[in-house]
């Protein structure tokens, strides 16, 4: 007679439920202790600002963290309890699940960077392996270069994402920073983006942004401009001085002259980059669509495209450098120096200098990009499993990489400032770019190369702290949030 065998699916059934009756005291016992640490004042409650403090160094924005309280919040009363709490994290750690087994394709619970290549692949969204390697990277705790669960969801945990497509459009989000010196665009966008116009509200953002950044940072931009067009000997003193000298002969209201055509020149120069750069990448492409660009296609693409946008824009240029130096007075608004400048000196003028403003963009642009992506890869890898940086991380970053290039391409940003101003002042001799240079190395040695480059620095942080500032919330105004979605009702499933 055959042994009874009925028990062994009742042990492991039994089995079973105490795994799953370990694994729910495991969870509540985490959920526990994040609420604990979350709940500040020990109320019982955690609200909007406890979870800005308790979460300040994941990244998170506050559009982001409202959505957390928004989808936790079943009463309504603004705050989270704890059963409030366990049940958003219990469900949000569900779809997270999904998200990691759909990724896992062979099923052997961990990530490798090609498993994120292919799943991304399969949305439509291209990266490289490299690429996929450096996301991967900024999960991998243990320095496994692959991502198991419990990787997965605490770098995920309080991301409001729903879908892999909301991992891809994470993964993939960019800042448009902007100190008034070269206009960066974002890249990598899908077409999905494209055609719903989420681009545009992007652009429209980055570009209200940077004019809060100009205007907020003119008086330092007109110093500069001053100081680079008129040598030590014509205008000596240090910045205080300098501003005395602006304040005396025009008043509080000088210190803005030439912004208003600095700020008016954003939207079509981010416009006109961000056509020319997406019609030199489908050319790079050429019959391969899927191809993903590489780093050195990606630089000539945006050098090219920034070339073309300065070309189309440079006569605005011109005109900011006159209106900059021109004293009480002398032109009434931006349409009355166009017309003097056109009569005294003919169509020509509104180029002058262009040769050297076209080649500072490669070496600006290079090294800041460059200097960006090697801070903020070196930060990530330094904090493996970390969300991504902060605020002040990205500011740093931002500030010491456009610094760096600044370094590279102000000598010709001077020549370019003094060829422009050159026309304005009757009699003046009009040098080449080469003998420019010659001149000011022969009269002011080396260091007139970098003439104003004091007030040009000190602006650099201040900038790009209020550029990253108001970018982010004018995107939340627009309906895009930072992990790149549409607000409102238009999320996604």
């Given at each position: 007679?055959?042994?009874?065998?009925?028990?062994?699916?009742?042990?492991?059934?039994?089995?079973?439920?105490?795994?799953?009756?370990?694994?729910?005291?495991?969870?509540?016992?985490?959920?526990?202790?994040?609420?604990?640490?979350?709940?500040?004042?020990?109320?019982?409650?955690?609200?909007?600002?406890?979870?800005?403090?308790?979460?300040?160094?994941?990244?998170?924005?506050?559009?982001?963290?409202?959505?957390?309280?928004?989808?936790?919040?079943?009463?309504?009363?603004?705050?989270?309890?704890?059963?409030?709490?366990?049940?958003?994290?219990?469900?949000?750690?569900?779809?997270?699940?999904?998200?990691?087994?759909?990724?896992?394709?062979?099923?052997?619970?961990?990530?490798?960077?090609?498993?994120?290549?292919?799943?991304?692949?399969?949305?439509?969204?291209?990266?490289?392996?490299?690429?996929?390697?450096?996301?991967?990277?900024?999960?991998?705790?243990?320095?496994?270069?692959?991502?198991?669960?419990?990787?997965?969801?605490?770098?995920?945990?309080?991301?409001?994402?729903?879908?892999?497509?909301?991992?891809?459009?994470?993964?993939?989000?960019?800042?448009?920073?902007?100190?008034?010196?070269?206009?960066?665009?974002?890249?990598?966008?899908?077409?999905e983006e494209k055609k719903s116009g989420y681009v545009w509200r992007q652009l429209m953002a980055g570009a209200f942004a940077g004019s809060v950044s100009r205007t907020g940072t003119a008086p330092l931009d007109r110093l500069k401009v001053f100081r680079q067009v008129h040598g030590f000997a014509d205008f000596k003193g240090n910045v205080l001085s300098s501003f005395r000298y602006m304040l005396k002969e025009g008043g509080l209201r000088s210190l803005w002259r030439g912004n208003g055509i600095?700020?008016?020149?954003?939207?079509?120069?981010?416009?006109?980059?961000?056509?020319?750069?997406?019609?030199?990448?489908?050319?790079?492409?050429?019959?391969?669509?899927?191809?993903?660009?590489?780093?050195?296609?990606?630089?000539?693409?945006?050098?090219?495209?920034?070339?073309?946008?300065?070309?189309?824009?440079?006569?605005?240029?011109?005109?900011?450098?006159?209106?900059?130096?021109?004293?009480?007075?002398?032109?009434?608004?931006?349409?009355?120096?166009?017309?003097?400048?056109?009569?005294?000196?003919?169509?020509?003028?509104?180029?002058?200098?262009?040769?050297?403003?076209?080649?500072?963009?490669?070496?600006?642009?290079?090294?800041?990009?460059?200097?960006?992506?090697?801070?903020?890869?070196?930060?990530?890898?330094?904090?493996?499993?970390?969300?991504?940086?902060?605020?002040?991380?990205?500011?740093?970053?931002?500030?010491?990489?456009?610094?760096?290039?600044?370094?590279?391409?102000?000598?010709?940003?001077?020549?370019?400032?003094?060829?422009?101003?050159?026309?304005?002042?009757?009699?003046?001799?009009?040098?080449?770019?080469?003998?420019?240079?010659?001149?000011?190395?022969?009269?002011?040695?080396?260091?007139?190369?970098?003439?104003?480059?004091?007030?040009?620095?000190?602006?650099?942080?201040?900038?790009?702290?209020?550029?990253?500032?108001?970018?982010?919330?004018?995107?939340?105004?627009?309906?895009?949030?930072?992990?790149?979605?549409?607000?409102?009702?238009?999320?996604?499933?």
């Open positions: 007679m055959r042994p009874p065998w009925t028990w062994f699916p009742s042990a492991h059934c039994q089995d079973s439920r105490d795994s799953q009756d370990s694994r729910d005291s495991r969870d509540s016992q985490r959920w526990a202790e994040l609420f604990d640490q979350l709940d500040l004042n020990k109320d019982g409650h955690i609200d909007i600002i406890e979870l800005r403090t308790g979460l300040a160094g994941r990244g998170l924005s506050r559009a982001s963290l409202e959505k957390i309280v928004e989808a936790g919040d079943t009463n309504h009363d603004g705050v989270l309890d704890f059963q409030e709490f366990t049940q958003f994290l219990g469900a949000h750690e569900k779809d997270l699940k999904l998200m990691f087994r759909s990724l896992d394709k062979n099923n052997d619970g961990q990530i490798d960077a090609a498993e994120i290549q292919h799943s991304l692949h399969t949305i439509g969204v291209e990266v490289s392996l490299e690429d996929a390697t450096r996301i991967l990277q900024r999960m991998d705790k243990d320095g496994t270069m692959t991502i198991d669960w419990n990787e997965w969801r605490d770098f995920f945990l309080f991301k409001p994402l729903t879908n892999i497509e909301d991992v891809a459009r994470y993964w993939k989000r960019s800042m448009m920073l902007d100190i008034g010196e070269q206009l960066t665009v974002p890249d990598d966008f899908t077409e600095n700020v008016l020149k954003i939207a079509p120069e981010t416009a006109i980059k961000f056509t020319a750069y997406e019609k030199i990448k489908n050319v790079m492409h050429s019959n391969n669509e899927t191809r993903n660009l590489r780093v050195h296609e990606r630089f000539v693409a945006g050098s090219l495209a920034g070339a073309t946008a300065q070309t189309a824009i440079y006569p605005m240029e011109v005109l900011k450098t006159r209106l900059t130096l021109g004293k009480t007075g002398q032109y009434s608004g931006i349409a009355v120096c166009a017309k003097q400048i056109l009569q005294r000196e003919g169509i020509a003028a509104f180029y002058k200098g262009y040769v050297p403003n076209l080649l500072s963009i490669v070496p600006y642009a290079g090294i800041d990009l460059a200097v960006y992506e090697t801070l903020k890869f070196t930060w990530l890898s330094r904090n493996r499993g970390l969300a991504d940086p902060g605020v002040m991380v990205l500011v740093g970053c931002g500030a010491v990489s456009s610094t760096c290039g600044q370094l590279a391409s102000y000598p010709l940003a001077l020549i370019r400032t003094r060829m422009q101003a050159q026309a304005s002042v009757k009699g003046a001799p009009k040098p080449s770019m080469l003998a420019s240079l010659r001149s000011i190395v022969t009269q002011e040695g080396v260091a007139g190369l970098y003439r104003g480059i004091s007030p040009n620095l000190l602006k650099v942080i201040p900038a790009v702290s209020v550029s990253y500032v108001v970018y982010e919330y004018t995107r939340i105004v627009l309906g895009v949030d930072i992990e790149g979605r549409r607000g409102g009702g238009e999320k996604k499933a």
